[in-house]
């Protein structure tokens, strides 16, 4: 949390924006097209998948066709709609609530592994409607936050595995980052009045684990567990020793619409 000051006004902002911002989205996104390029590079993830059955390999991404034992995975694309809840973390768990979050995923399935990109959007409510701040020295502050939002662009990788003829479970990792948007004010009693905007891009990392069920010959329905784990950059004044700005934070669980070709 970085303090502004404003004649004698205190005001606690929440600052997860700075200039080594892009530094820590370069580091995970060239991290996550890293392992993108090793699995796709590998000649045992390069082979299709087209066994039948309870015991076929792989998984329903990339299109489904029933038959007596279940489905037939093959590599391919995906679409998926989802929605799901969101928890902030960090200090903008401090003082914002969770929220729904919304989103579309394009995946594309090459044996056991699936590759997707997503964009997704949250708003956060503040948990009350002002905060006031007190502080030795100073009037206190009264402090009035507008909704968080953020729209997310990530990068993902995961490993899926068949747990019977129409299920799958998958782990994996997101790589990306998250665009800001915040405005908030402050007064005290002796009539000091300030106003802020954030609107700024935030690291995103993080693992992931759900599953997949196949409802139809090219539709699946699945269930996501996300976990942000707001990754600490570099100092953003080390000549004076600043303090360090985590990146996005969060906790979700997400519900699938998947259609596969």
Not at 27 to 52: G, M
Not at 57 to 69: A, E, P, V
Not at 99 to 121: C, E, K, L, W
Not at 205 to 212: A, E, I, S, V, Y
């Amino acid at each position: 949390m970085k303090l502004y000051y404003l004649s004698n006004v205190k005001l606690f902002l929440i600052n997860p924006m700075h200039p080594n911002s892009p530094k820590r989205l370069a580091f995970a996104t060239i991290f996550t097209l890293f392992i993108l390029v090793v699995f796709t590079w590998s000649p045992a993830n390069a082979q299709r998948r087209h066994t039948p059955g309870v015991g076929a390999d792989g998984d329903m991404l990339g299109g489904s066709n029933h038959n007596s034992g279940g489905v037939e995975r093959s590599d391919g694309w995906g679409i998926s709609l989802n929605a799901g809840y969101e928890t902030p973390r960090g200090d903008v768990g401090d003082f914002y609530k969770a929220a729904p979050t919304f989103g579309a995923t394009v995946t594309r399935r090459m044996g056991n592994v699936v590759y997707s990109g997503t964009i997704d959007y949250r708003s956060y409510k503040p948990k009350q409607a002002e905060f006031t701040e007190s502080e030795e020295g100073f009037e206190d502050v009264v402090t009035k936050y507008s909704n968080y939002q953020g729209t997310g662009f990530y990068l993902g990788i995961a490993y899926e595995v068949p747990l019977t003829g129409l299920v799958d479970v998958y782990a994996g990792v997101n790589g990306g980052f998250v665009i800001t948007k915040f405005d908030l004010s402050a007064s005290d009693g002796s009539g000091s009045y300030v106003s802020v905007s954030g609107n700024t891009s935030v690291s995103y990392f993080g693992p992931k684990l759900g599953f997949n069920c196949a409802v139809g010959s090219n539709m699946s329905i699945g269930a996501e567990g996300r976990y942000g784990l707001g990754i600490t950059g570099a100092s953003y004044n080390s000549r004076e020793g600043g303090s360090t700005v985590q990146g996005f934070s969060a906790i979700s669980g997400n519900l699938f619409l998947t259609f596969h070709f």
